[in-house]
């Protein structure tokens, strides 16, 4: 008897990825099949972003599509959540979706699954790893550590679709982190909204790690992480003093010596109308402080160009803030506004060619920064975890480089390697994004 079979379409954030595989996990633990295709799917589930207009565009459309090519669909995620007026956009725009859930709601995706697709009653839960089912390659995967967010940054409504910040208990995260270096996994990317905050909602509860009481912190949990032997890359990290400790760590190669820190501006003005904590003193201060501690660390973090009420002196203080800072990796996104943001309300807001402009100067600023940083990888030895293999080059990223977002290191070789391996890569040659070398 042919099990019943779901098509998956996930959209978005690594947060709202693992969303996804716990949904799939639960999916195939209750005995589902999955397909890659619409048209061997018995109905299909679509995970979708509701951040910003274009993510919103490109969630409506993947919904019509499946709606096209399938008929039978199930809409989860944040856009699920938004609405406009009094109505869900998503039951407004395309009102033939079987059912509509917010973003972080497994057990009401499976309600709908099951009234829409019956369960088979002989669950075969031998074929799900313990760790889930993982939609990345086999040698990584991210690692959510908590749900929502403290802060309500005047650019942001995740708040109001992800609600405040939940901690998961330390000792389930970590049992969740062994049993994926079971399957074979060589890197944990550690992601929440805010994972400087991990369990301050809770208030530092204890826990249990193999039978030890530990508190649910956030140095505590990387501790505990940097003991698995494998590569732990963590993301989304507000510049809070205890993060401090963390850096010894780095410098000690027990963690990866990489940060994503979220600054998004420099001037405290603008980051005042943000609503965004620290300022940009105190972060250069910070920042230098982790490089004495740690010279290796690599620095990644976002801004925001053209925000509401930014002057051309307060843009100006950004890119003096870079060229002071020296970022290894820097994304950058012309202001836009978000439905139901409070920084519509702001007054000072900029024509989109300002906006773009400035974001265009200030990743002409950032890339040489960027150029001149990896030029001094020149002649050294990187550690390489491999991604890619082709007949003559390997594709693999450093300590330096996150997957999807930063750069990568091509390998020119007819070494036979696989997606996973470690491999020592002299660097002979580098721009302002990737580096190349050949094995050590």
């Avoid at 969630?59 to 109505?87: F, H, M, P, Q, Y």
């Avoid at 836009?336 to 100067?361: F, H, K, T």
């Amino acid at each position: 008897m042919k099990s019943p079979t779901i098509g998956f379409v996930s959209l978005g954030c690594p947060k709202a990825l693992v969303d996804s595989e716990r949904i799939v996990t639960q999916l195939r633990a209750e005995g589902y099949a999955m397909s890659a295709s619409y048209h061997g799917a018995d109905l299909v589930v679509v995970n979708t972003c509701g951040f910003i207009d274009a993510a919103v565009q490109e969630s409506l459309d993947a919904i019509g599509e499946a709606l096209t090519e399938n008929g039978r669909v199930i809409v989860t995620g944040c856009l699920g959540a938004k609405t406009d007026g009094s109505e869900n956009l998503v039951a407004k725009v395309h009102p033939k979706v079987l059912a509509v859930t917010g973003p972080q709601a497994t057990d009401e995706v499976l309600a709908h699954v099951h009234a829409q697709l019956p369960r088979p009653h002989d669950p075969y839960t031998d074929l799900v790893p313990p760790a889930g089912i993982k939609l990345t390659p086999k040698h990584y995967a991210y690692l959510k550590i908590a749900e929502g967010c403290n802060h309500r940054c005047t650019f942001c409504i995740i708040p109001s679709m992800r609600g405040d910040l939940v901690s998961r208990p330390i000792g389930e995260v970590v049992r969740e982190a062994e049993n994926l270096v079971r399957q074979g996994v060589r890197e944990i990317l550690v992601i929440s909204q805010d994972t400087s905050a991990y369990g301050i909602d809770v208030k530092y509860r204890l826990d249990f790690v193999a039978g030890r009481a530990v508190r649910t912190r956030m140095v505590t949990l990387v501790q505990e992480l940097a003991k698995l032997g494998v590569w732990v890359r963590l993301h989304y990290v507000y510049p809070y003093p205890h993060v401090d400790e963390v850096v010894p760590l780095m410098a000690d190669g027990k963690v990866l010596p990489y940060l994503d820190v979220p600054f998004q501006h420099s001037h405290p003005e603008v980051l005042r109308r943000m609503k965004r904590p620290a300022s940009g003193e105190k972060n250069i201060e910070r920042i230098l402080a982790w490089r004495k501690i740690c010279p290796e660390l690599t620095i990644r973090s976002t801004f925001i160009a053209g925000f509401p009420g930014e002057t051309e002196s307060q843009f100006e203080n950004l890119l003096d803030f870079l060229r002071e800072a020296q970022l290894d990796r820097v994304g950058c996104f012309a202001y836009s506004p978000v439905q139901g943001a409070a920084a519509n309300a702001l007054d000072g807001a900029l024509a989109d060619e300002v906006r773009e402009a400035r974001r265009v100067r200030l990743m002409q600023v950032q890339q040489e920064i960027s150029r001149a940083r990896l030029a001094r990888k020149l002649g050294t030895v990187q550690r390489v975890l491999i991604d890619a293999v082709r007949p003559t080059v390997a594709v693999g990223r450093s300590t330096a480089d996150a997957p999807e977002i930063d750069g990568v290191v091509r390998i020119k070789t007819r070494r036979k390697l696989a997606p996973g391996d470690f491999i020592d890569v002299r660097i002979n040659r580098a721009d302002a994004h990737d580096l190349e070398g050949v094995p050590a």
